[in-house]
T-cell receptor, first 112, second 116 residues
């Protein structure tokens, strides 16, 4: 079982560059979300989706875009990378509200 | 709004000691779910347990046990006879049924260091 797959695992960007973090799940989960993890801050929600074609903002959405064209994929786009976006990014999915979230292995992103 | 507080930022214990990680939550919903996750040094997030708001029975799984008390809005996690492999960051999280479809709300985590 692949579960939740995130690519790339590591990335270094220059300020102002754009990029897309990929997330795919093969469990047919409707609910997907993106978090960022910073030291001492826990996991903060960026964007989430409750199904194909539906997305919503989380706690820290600025500077990020998402789309959900299929159930399987939920890419996160950085429009113009800033050093404050240096973080570890986790994608997660779950079947229902009462179910635990399954997490990808994370993407470590550094913005220079 | 939902909120999870893990007041202990870091805990250090000597191997074989018992340790309790505290978790206090806030929600107005009557139906909600509490979770604990473990993040070892390798970085992945590992699901440990889920509890729903209608089940206050304590749960034990090997050296791990969880104490859920609605009266104090707490869902504490105890590791008995800690081992070096228990060293990790532990997160408590909350999901409320009537909060729409928002994903889990996480506490800031407690870093546990078990020293041999």
């Amino acid at each position: 079982n692949a579960g939740v797959t995130q690519t790339p695992k590591f990335q270094v960007l220059k300020t102002g560059q754009s990029m897309t973090l990929q997330c795919a799940q093969d469990m047919n989960h409707e609910y997907m979300s993106w978090y960022r993890q910073d030291p001492g801050m826990g996991l903060r929600l960026i964007h989430y989706s409750v199904g194909a074609g539906i997305t919503d903002q989380g706690e820290v959405p600025n500077g990020y875009n998402v789309s959900r064209s299929t159930t399987e994929d939920f890419p996160l786009r950085l429009l113009s990378a800033a050093p404050s976006q240096t973080s570890v990014y986790f994608c997660a999915s779950r079947r229902q509200v009462n179910q635990p979230q399954h997490f990808g292995d994370g993407t470590r992103l550094s913005i220079l | 709004a939902q909120k999870v507080t893990q007041a202990q930022t870091e805990i250090s214990v000597v191997e074989k000691e018992d340790v309790t990680l505290d978790c206090v939550y806030e929600t107005r919903d009557t139906t909600y779910y509490l979770f604990w996750y473990k993040q070892p040094p390798s970085g992945e997030l590992v699901f440990l347990i889920r509890r729903n708001s209608f089940d206050e029975q304590n749960e034990i799984s090997g050296r791990y046990s969880w104490n859920f008390q609605k009266s104090t809005s707490s869902f504490n996690f105890t590791i008995t006879a800690s081992q070096v492999v228990d060293s990790a960051v532990y997160f408590c999280a909350l999901s409320a049924l009537n909060s729409g479809n928002t994903p889990l709300v996480f506490g800031k985590g407690t870093r546990l260091s078990v020293i041999a």
